[in-house]
């Protein structure tokens, strides 16, 4: 399993159980003008590849987000992340 850090001050990750899939709960909180492209990198990385249904992601008003993760593809969409910069660490646990 993955563990991760990320900035509390500029992004808020909260993981859920949504049946089988895990669903990530993003809300940006500061420095908007430099996460959002950073968030629309990771969507567009799922979009362009040849599996539909890896990760889907939802938008809210007041910068919210969602994406359900299948969980063969929760590695992926974590790196994902570290590699645009959302994260600040990344560890295997266990």
Not at 85 to 94: N, R
């Given at each position: 399993m993955l563990a991760y850090?990320?900035?509390?001050?500029?992004?808020?990750?909260?993981?859920s159980k949504n049946g089988?899939?895990?669903?990530?709960?993003?809300?940006?909180?500061?420095?908007v003008e430099e996460i959002l492209?950073?968030?629309?990198?990771?969507?567009?990385f799922f979009?362009?590849?040849d599996v539909y249904t890896d990760v889907l992601f939802y938008t809210y008003p007041n910068h919210r987000y969602s994406a359900i993760v299948r969980p063969e593809f929760y590695n992926d969409f974590v790196?994902?992340?570290m590699k645009h910069?959302?994260?600040?660490?990344?560890?295997?646990?266990?």
């Open positions: 850090q990320y900035n509390n001050k500029d992004i808020e990750i909260v993981e089988e899939d895990i669903e990530f709960h993003l809300q940006v909180i500061d420095h492209p950073k968030l629309k990198a990771v969507r567009a979009e362009s590849d790196l994902q992340l910069k959302l994260l600040m660490q990344v560890e295997w646990v266990g």
